[in-house]
């Protein structure tokens, strides 16, 4: 009896052991599998970023609406899109509603900050551009997991040339200064397109660089975009003092969306006219972004 019970503790052991061993091996296979399809899936994306990351890329309108010449009066705004993610950043990306809200600016050019342009599906830039009518110029400043993000300027008017101007001026926060030409040179308009550093030295370095662009000097110019000036600093002071032309010193409030209070979006020009500059607050507006758009009226020479 004794004997008998000893080699039933011994076979139930072994059946044990060679559980254990099964289990063990099960999981260095699945471990394996999950690192093969792990390098796989990240292999796809870096190919994925390769064949369709676009660091500039200019698109005409399908079928204009109705395209403006350069001269007499324009409309140009600024919106930063916040990744088309809503007021807090933590909603999945929805499109229509910034695209909602540049519908109802119906502004001849608008510059945006942060468009994300994902890698895989519909790349809602170019849907936006194609039912509005828009041409579009995009520059990606960095690679995000889920895309492309960038600056873009949306135009009625033909985009006759455009450039790229890295000024990160630091590893940190990537930033760039997008530039399009409209017209020919008796009767052009520059727009440069940017969104500034959060860091004040920074923010101040970028300024310079601004400042030094050759189509600031070149005719009548826009400068545009999220310039992050939060409170009085002295980049902000150089662009007011430098850009006297520009009249309205009352900036309009544009961030927080739901209930702005600091103008950080703003619209400079050279050698034009503002004749009104306003953030547009509408149920749209206060949704769709961080950021209300700002909008000014030009009478361009």
């Known amino acids: ?97 910034a695209g909602f809200v540049i519908s109802e600016l119906d502004a001849d050019v608008i510059a945006l900050q942060e468009v994300l342009r994902p890698y895989d599906g519909d790349d809602p830039l170019s849907a936006l551009c194609a039912a509005l009518g828009y041409h579009f110029v995009f520059a990606t400043t960095r690679v995000h997991k889920r895309g492309e993000q960038g600056n873009a300027i949306l135009s009625r008017m033909p985009i006759e040339s455009c450039s790229v101007l890295d000024i990160s001026h630091s590893r940190i926060e990537k930033r760039g200064v997008l530039a399009a030409q409209f017209g020919d040179g008796e009767r052009g308009l520059s727009v440069i397109a940017t969104h500034l550093s959060l860091v004040d030295r920074t923010r101040e370095r970028q300024v310079q660089s601004l400042l030094q662009h050759p189509e600031l000097n070149a005719g009548p110019a826009v400068l545009l975009g999220d310039m992050n000036a939060w409170r009085k600093c002295k980049a902000t002071r150089t662009l007011d003092d430098e850009f006297s032309r520009h009249h309205n010193r009352k900036w309009p409030a544009s961030f927080p969306a739901p209930r702005p209070v600091l103008a950080l979006d703003r619209i400079y020009t050279m050698n034009a006219e503002i004749k009104e500059v306003f953030s547009h607050n509408t149920p749209s507006s206060r949704r769709a972004s961080d950021h209300l758009p700002v909008v000014a009226r030009l009478r361009l020479p």
């Open 1 to 97: 009896m004794a004997l008998r019970r000893k080699q039933a503790r011994k076979a139930r052991a072994k059946k044990a052991s060679e559980g254990i061993a099964k289990a063990i091996a099960r999981g260095r296979a699945a471990r394996k599998e999950a690192k093969r399809a792990k390098v796989a899936k990240s292999e796809a994306r870096n190919a994925a970023r390769t064949r369709k990351l676009a660091p500039l890329e200019i698109v005409p309108a399908p079928s204009p609406r109705s395209e403006v010449a350069v001269g007499g009066e324009a409309v140009v705004a600024t919106y930063n899109v916040h990744r088309w993610t809503g007021v807090n950043g933590r909603s999945a990306p929805d499109p229509a509603r």
